[in-house]
C-alpha cells in the first residue's frame, strides 16, 4: 500500500531554515500530484504548497517566497524548503500524495518556530 513518511521537522528560531522531507512507498511517485499541508493547534488543516506531476507549483499566501516546493522522482521524495520562519508557522506539517482523486496521507512531522 501507499505510505508516507515525513522528516526534517524540529524547534528552530524565527528566521530560520528547516528542509522537510517525505518520502513515497509503494507507489508510482512520479504519476502522483504531491503536496503539503499543516496544522496548528487549535486550527483546521491548512494547504500550504503543492506540486503536480508536472512540476507546477502552488503556495498558500503565507508562504509565498519564503517556502519552496520540489520533488525528486529519481528518489520517490518531495521536499519543502522552509526559509524565514515565523512563530506562525508553527504546526504539525503533513505530506499529502493525490492521484485521480485518491489521495493518502503521512503522520505528520512537528516543527516548531520559537526562540
Known amino acids: 500500500q501507499v505510505q508516507l513518511v515525513e522528516s526534517g521537522g524540529g524547534l528552530v528560531q524565527p528566521g530560520g531554515s528547516l528542509r522537510l522531507s517525505c518520502a513515497m512507498s509503494g507507489a508510482i511517485f512520479s504519476i502522483y500530484a504531491m503536496g503539503w499541508y499543516r496544522q496548528a493547534p487549535g486550527k483546521q488543516r491548512e494547504l500550504v504548497s503543492t506540486i503536480s506531476s508536472g512540476g507546477n507549483t502552488n503556495y498558500a499566501d503565507s508562504v509565498k517566497g519564503r517556502f519552496t516546493i520540489s520533488r525528486d522522482n529519481a528518489k520517490n521524495r518531495v521536499y519543502l524548503q522552509m526559509n524565514s520562519l515565523k512563530p506562525e508557522d508553527t504546526a504539525v506539517y503533513y505530506c499529502?500524495?493525490?492521484?485521480?482523486?485518491?489521495?493518502?496521507w503521512g503522520q505528520g512531522t512537528q516543527v516548531t518556530v520559537s526562540s
Open positions: 499529502n500524495a493525490v492521484f485521480l482523486g485518491r489521495g493518502y
